[in-house]
Protein backbone atom coordinates (compact mmCIF):
# COMPACT_ATOMS: atom_id res chain seq x y z
CA UNK A 1 0.00 0.00 0.00
CA UNK A 2 1.43 3.18 -1.04
CA UNK A 3 1.90 6.02 1.47
CA UNK A 4 -0.86 7.92 0.25
CA UNK A 5 -3.47 5.43 0.91
CA UNK A 6 -2.34 4.45 4.53
CA UNK A 7 -0.73 5.85 7.75
CA UNK A 8 2.72 4.60 8.17
CA UNK A 9 3.62 5.95 11.91
CA UNK A 10 6.14 5.21 14.21
CA UNK A 11 5.57 2.73 17.22
CA UNK A 12 6.23 5.53 19.73
CA UNK A 13 3.33 8.12 17.71
CA UNK A 14 0.69 5.47 17.57
CA UNK A 15 0.88 4.73 20.95
CA UNK A 16 0.72 8.08 22.15
CA UNK A 17 -2.26 8.89 19.89
CA UNK A 18 -4.59 7.25 22.98
CA UNK A 19 -2.88 7.69 26.34
CA UNK A 20 -5.72 6.55 28.41
CA UNK A 21 -6.00 2.68 28.23
CA UNK A 22 -9.36 1.57 27.41
CA UNK A 23 -10.11 -1.48 29.50
CA UNK A 24 -12.23 -3.17 27.54
CA UNK A 25 -13.90 -1.65 24.16
CA UNK A 26 -17.46 -0.54 24.03
CA UNK A 27 -17.40 -2.18 20.35
CA UNK A 28 -16.95 -5.78 21.42
CA UNK A 29 -20.41 -8.36 20.55
CA UNK A 30 -19.39 -10.26 23.48
CA UNK A 31 -16.79 -10.44 26.92
CA UNK A 32 -14.90 -13.52 24.83
CA UNK A 33 -15.68 -13.63 21.14
CA UNK A 34 -16.16 -11.86 17.93
CA UNK A 35 -17.65 -12.64 15.11
CA UNK A 36 -15.23 -13.72 12.17
CA UNK A 37 -17.52 -12.82 9.43
CA UNK A 38 -17.79 -16.37 8.13
CA UNK A 39 -21.07 -17.87 9.21
CA UNK A 40 -19.38 -21.18 8.61
CA UNK A 41 -16.24 -20.73 10.51
CA UNK A 42 -18.13 -19.25 13.60
CA UNK A 43 -20.52 -22.69 13.66
CA UNK A 44 -17.29 -24.83 13.67
CA UNK A 45 -15.61 -22.69 17.02
CA UNK A 46 -16.71 -23.24 20.24
CA UNK A 47 -16.85 -20.12 21.05
CA UNK A 48 -18.72 -19.06 18.16
CA UNK A 49 -15.83 -16.30 16.97
CA UNK A 50 -12.48 -15.44 17.56
CA UNK A 51 -11.58 -15.25 20.80
CA UNK A 52 -11.30 -11.71 21.95
CA UNK A 53 -7.83 -10.32 24.09
CA UNK A 54 -6.79 -13.38 22.79
CA UNK A 55 -3.55 -14.60 20.24
CA UNK A 56 -4.93 -16.70 17.10
CA UNK A 57 -2.44 -18.26 14.89
CA UNK A 58 -3.09 -18.49 11.43
CA UNK A 59 -0.53 -21.04 9.55
CA UNK A 60 -0.68 -21.16 5.66
CA UNK A 61 2.21 -22.71 3.65
CA UNK A 62 2.60 -19.37 1.77
CA UNK A 63 0.82 -16.48 1.80
CA UNK A 64 -2.05 -15.49 -0.80
CA UNK A 65 -4.02 -18.91 0.52
CA UNK A 66 -6.76 -16.60 1.29
CA UNK A 67 -5.53 -15.42 5.05
CA UNK A 68 -6.40 -11.97 4.46
CA UNK A 69 -10.00 -12.62 3.34
CA UNK A 70 -10.20 -14.55 7.05
CA UNK A 71 -9.44 -11.21 8.57
CA UNK A 72 -11.03 -8.58 6.19
CA UNK A 73 -14.75 -8.81 7.61
CA UNK A 74 -13.03 -8.11 11.31
CA UNK A 75 -10.88 -5.65 10.03
CA UNK A 76 -13.95 -4.06 8.19
CA UNK A 77 -16.27 -3.92 11.58
CA UNK A 78 -13.56 -2.11 14.18
CA UNK A 79 -12.62 0.30 11.55
CA UNK A 80 -16.19 1.19 10.82
CA UNK A 81 -16.53 1.28 14.32
CA UNK A 82 -13.10 4.07 14.87
CA UNK A 83 -10.51 1.61 16.46
CA UNK A 84 -7.32 1.14 15.32
CA UNK A 85 -5.58 -1.92 13.62
CA UNK A 86 -2.21 -1.83 13.24
CA UNK A 87 -0.47 -4.52 10.67
CA UNK A 88 3.26 -5.44 11.36
CA UNK A 89 5.88 -6.54 9.00
CA UNK A 90 3.15 -7.87 6.21
CA UNK A 91 5.21 -9.72 3.61
CA UNK A 92 4.32 -7.82 0.94
CA UNK A 93 2.96 -4.13 -0.22
CA UNK A 94 -0.64 -4.26 0.50
CA UNK A 95 -3.55 -3.40 -2.63
CA UNK A 96 -5.44 -0.84 -1.13
CA UNK A 97 -8.45 -1.01 -3.78
CA UNK A 98 -8.64 -4.54 -2.40
CA UNK A 99 -8.84 -3.58 1.60
CA UNK A 100 -11.60 -1.21 0.31
CA UNK A 101 -13.30 -3.18 -1.16
CA UNK A 102 -13.53 -5.33 1.93
CA UNK A 103 -14.86 -2.43 4.01
CA UNK A 104 -11.66 -1.38 6.01
CA UNK A 105 -11.33 2.09 6.38
CA UNK A 106 -7.79 2.84 5.62
CA UNK A 107 -8.08 5.88 7.74
CA UNK A 108 -8.10 3.43 10.88
CA UNK A 109 -4.96 1.52 9.28
CA UNK A 110 -1.28 2.03 10.39
CA UNK A 111 1.63 -0.18 9.14
CA UNK A 112 4.75 -0.56 10.91
CA UNK A 113 7.91 -2.70 8.97
CA UNK A 114 10.35 -4.11 10.78
CA UNK A 115 12.41 -6.86 10.80
CA UNK A 116 13.59 -9.48 12.65
CA UNK A 117 12.83 -9.81 16.91
CA UNK A 118 11.45 -6.05 16.52
CA UNK A 119 8.12 -7.77 15.08
CA UNK A 120 7.29 -9.99 18.06
CA UNK A 121 8.64 -6.53 20.35
CA UNK A 122 6.12 -3.71 17.84
CA UNK A 123 3.75 -6.31 17.87
CA UNK A 124 3.74 -6.93 21.97
CA UNK A 125 3.86 -3.53 22.48
CA UNK A 126 0.67 -2.60 20.86
CA UNK A 127 -1.19 -5.31 21.87
CA UNK A 128 -0.70 -4.03 25.11
CA UNK A 129 -0.83 -0.56 24.87
CA UNK A 130 -4.98 -0.98 24.40
CA UNK A 131 -4.76 1.57 21.52
CA UNK A 132 -5.59 -1.28 19.13
CA UNK A 133 -8.81 -2.79 18.21
CA UNK A 134 -6.65 -6.00 16.41
CA UNK A 135 -2.59 -5.96 15.66
CA UNK A 136 -1.54 -8.86 12.73
CA UNK A 137 2.01 -9.29 12.54
CA UNK A 138 4.37 -11.82 10.27
CA UNK A 139 7.17 -12.88 12.68
CA UNK A 140 9.90 -14.85 10.75
CA UNK A 141 10.23 -16.95 13.86
CA UNK A 142 8.71 -17.40 16.96
CA UNK A 143 9.26 -19.95 20.13
CA UNK A 144 6.59 -20.92 22.71
CA UNK A 145 7.90 -18.15 25.27
CA UNK A 146 7.26 -14.69 22.49
CA UNK A 147 3.87 -16.08 21.55
CA UNK A 148 3.03 -16.18 24.99
CA UNK A 149 3.89 -13.01 25.58
CA UNK A 150 2.31 -12.10 23.18
CA UNK A 151 -1.20 -13.71 23.91
CA UNK A 152 -0.51 -12.11 27.49
CA UNK A 153 -0.37 -9.02 25.95
CA UNK A 154 -3.62 -9.69 23.87
CA UNK A 155 -4.97 -10.00 27.22
CA UNK A 156 -3.62 -7.19 28.82
CA UNK A 157 -4.70 -4.78 26.24
CA UNK A 158 -8.11 -6.28 25.40
CA UNK A 159 -7.19 -6.49 21.91
CA UNK A 160 -7.27 -9.12 19.26
CA UNK A 161 -4.10 -10.34 18.18
CA UNK A 162 -3.29 -12.21 14.95
CA UNK A 163 0.21 -14.03 14.34
CA UNK A 164 0.57 -15.25 10.44
CA UNK A 165 3.02 -18.02 10.11
CA UNK A 166 4.07 -20.67 7.72
CA UNK A 167 2.25 -24.09 7.61
CA UNK A 168 5.28 -26.15 9.44
CA UNK A 169 4.38 -24.51 12.55
CA UNK A 170 2.01 -26.93 13.17
CA UNK A 171 3.59 -29.30 14.23
CA UNK A 172 5.17 -27.33 17.54
CA UNK A 173 2.97 -26.66 20.20
CA UNK A 174 1.34 -23.04 21.06
CA UNK A 175 -0.24 -20.70 23.58
CA UNK A 176 -2.35 -19.44 21.19
CA UNK A 177 -6.24 -19.57 22.18
CA UNK A 178 -7.29 -20.51 18.19
CA UNK A 179 -5.12 -21.84 15.50
CA UNK A 180 -5.68 -22.38 11.72
CA UNK A 181 -4.14 -24.06 9.19
CA UNK A 182 -4.57 -22.78 5.42
CA UNK A 183 -4.25 -26.28 3.02
CA UNK A 184 -3.02 -25.15 -0.46
CA UNK A 185 -3.87 -28.55 -1.97
CA UNK A 186 -6.74 -29.16 -1.67
CA UNK A 187 -7.28 -25.64 -0.40
CA UNK A 188 -8.96 -26.02 2.67
CA UNK A 189 -9.30 -24.10 6.57
CA UNK A 190 -8.49 -26.82 9.53
CA UNK A 191 -8.85 -25.73 13.03
CA UNK A 192 -6.34 -27.22 14.84
CA UNK A 193 -6.56 -25.82 18.39
CA UNK A 194 -9.60 -23.90 19.61
CA UNK A 195 -10.75 -22.22 22.68
CA UNK A 196 -13.63 -23.96 24.62
CA UNK A 197 -13.40 -27.31 22.93
CA UNK A 198 -11.98 -30.17 20.53
CA UNK A 199 -10.68 -29.04 17.29
CA UNK A 200 -13.38 -30.01 14.91
CA UNK A 201 -13.02 -33.14 12.87
CA UNK A 202 -13.87 -32.28 9.26
CA UNK A 203 -12.33 -28.90 7.26
CA UNK A 204 -13.92 -25.86 5.20
CA UNK A 205 -13.69 -25.63 1.48
CA UNK A 206 -12.20 -22.55 0.40
CA UNK A 207 -15.16 -21.16 -0.87
CA UNK A 208 -16.15 -20.30 2.58
CA UNK A 209 -13.99 -17.50 3.21
CA UNK A 210 -13.29 -16.52 -0.36
Not at 41 to 57: F, H, I, K, S, V
Not at 100 to 129: F, M, P, T, Y
Not at 142 to 171: C, I, N, P, Y
Request: glycine share 8%; proline share 7%; with cysteine.
Amino acid sequence: MDNAATNVVALDSLLDSRRVWRGQSPHVDDASTQPTGHSALDAQLPLGGWPYAALTEILSARPGLGELMLVWPTLARLTAAGERVVLIAPPYLLYPHAWLQAGVDLGRLSIIQVQGKDVLWAAEQCLRSGSCGAVLCWPSRADDRALRRLQVAAETGQTLAFAFRHQREAVNASPAALRLVLEGSPQQLRVLKCRGGNPPATALAHRVWH
